[in-house]
C-alpha cells in the first residue's frame, strides 16, 4: 500500500542477561503507526547452551509476541540466532534497500570472539565441499554462515546468576587485551565490507541496514552505497531504527524512557525512488 511504513531493529539479544529489554512489551511504543517490523537479526540466542528450556521459552515468546503486536513481521536471521527463520537477507524499495544481519561480511563470523578461529576452520570446511561454482552466490554463504553459526555453543548468554553472567560477559567481550583491537578492527572494517558485498550480489541497491557489530552509524562508501547499522539493546552504544515510507529512508535514534523503548530524531534522511 503506498503508506505503507516500515521499520528495521536488530540486536534486541531478548533473554540475555546484556540486553536492556527484560520484557518484549518494553518495545510496543517502537511499534506506534507502522505496518510492517523487519527483527534484523539477534533477536534472541537460539544456539545450543546449558539451559535449553530457557532458550525455548524466550523463543516462543518472540514467535507469539511480534505478530500480535505489529500488523507484519519478518525475522531475518542473525549469528545468534541462526534457525529462527528461513530468510537470512531481505530486498526492500524494489532493490534499493539490502537488509541483512551483517556477520555474513566476515569469514570467521565475529572477528573478536574466542569462537573465531573455529568458526573460520568449519566455515572453510563447507565451503571447500560446496560446488565449485555455488561457493560465491550469496544464498549459498549465508545457508553456511547459519549452519556453523547455529553450530557453536552459547558463552555469557546462557549464564542466568547475575554476578557469574558479569564476569563472564567481561571475560568474552574485554579479555585478552587483544580483543578490544579486534573489537575496533571489526569496528572500522564492517562498513567498507558491507558496501563490498552490495556491489558484488546487490549492484543496485543504494542502502545496505545490518546490525551484528552494535555499533550504530551511517557511512557513504566512495562508490556511493550508504551503510547503516542499526546499533544493539546492549550497553554501551545503544540502538537507531530504520524507517522507509514513500519516498524516504530515515534513521532515528531509539530511546530508553522509563524502561520503554521509543523512536527518537531523525539522524538523517534519503531519498528513495518511487515507482
Known amino acids: 500500500m503506498p503508506g505503507d511504513v516500515i521499520r528495521i531493529l536488530s540486536d534486541i539479544h531478548f533473554g540475555d542477561r546484556a540486553s536492556l529489554v527484560g520484557r518484549l512489551g518494553q518495545l510496543r511504543p517502537l511499534f506506534d503507526g507502522i505496518d510492517r517490523l523487519v527483527l534484523n537479526g539477534d533477536t534472541l540466542d537460539t544456539r545450543p547452551g546449558p539451559n535449553p528450556e530457557h532458550s525455548t521459552a524466550c523463543r516462543d515468546e518472540v514467535l507469539d509476541f511480534f505478530p500480535r503486536s505489529v500488523p507484519t513481521v519478518t525475522y531475518l536471521t542473525g549469528n545468534h540466532d541462526a534457525d529462527l527463520s528461513p530468510h537470512h537477507r531481505l530486498d526492500l524499495a524494489r532493490g534499493q534497500v539490502f537488509v541483512t544481519h551483517g556477520d555474513i561480511v566476515f569469514e570467521n563470523i565475529v572477528p573478536w570472539s574466542n569462537d573465531a578461529a573455529l568458526i573460520g576452520e568449519r566455515i572453510a570446511t563447507q565451503l571447500a565441499a560446496a560446488p565449485a561454482s555455488e561457493r560465491e552466490e550469496l544464498d549459498r554463504r549465508l545457508f553456511i554462515w547459519r549452519q556453523v553459526a547455529a553450530s557453536i555453543p552459547q558463552r555469557h548468554q546462557s549464564e542466568r546468576h547475575g554476578l557469574k553472567h558479569l564476569m563472564r560477559y567481561v571475560a568474552d567481550t574485554a579479555w585478552p587485551p587483544t580483543r ?49 547499522n542499526t546499533g544493539s539493546y546492549t550497553p554501551p552504544l545503544g540502538a537507531t531504527c530504520v524507517d522507509l515510507t514513500p519516498g524516504r529512508l530515515l534513521v532515528r535514534s531509539v530511546k530508553r524512557q522509563r524502561g520503554e523503548f521509543r523512536p527518537g530524531r531523525v539522524l538523517a534522511e534519503f531519498p528513495l525512488a518511487e515507482s
Do not use: K, M
Open 180 to 228: 578490544v583491537l579486534r573489537v575496533l578492527q571489526a569496528w572500522r572494517n564492517e562498513p567498507r565490507l558491507a558496501a563490498a558485498l552490495a556491489r558484488r550480489h546487490r549492484p543496485t541497491a543504494r542502502y545496505v541496514v545490518t546490525g551484528h557489530i552494535h555499533r550504530p552509524g551511517i557511512w557513504r562508501d566512495p562508490n556511493g552505497v550508504i551503510v547503516i
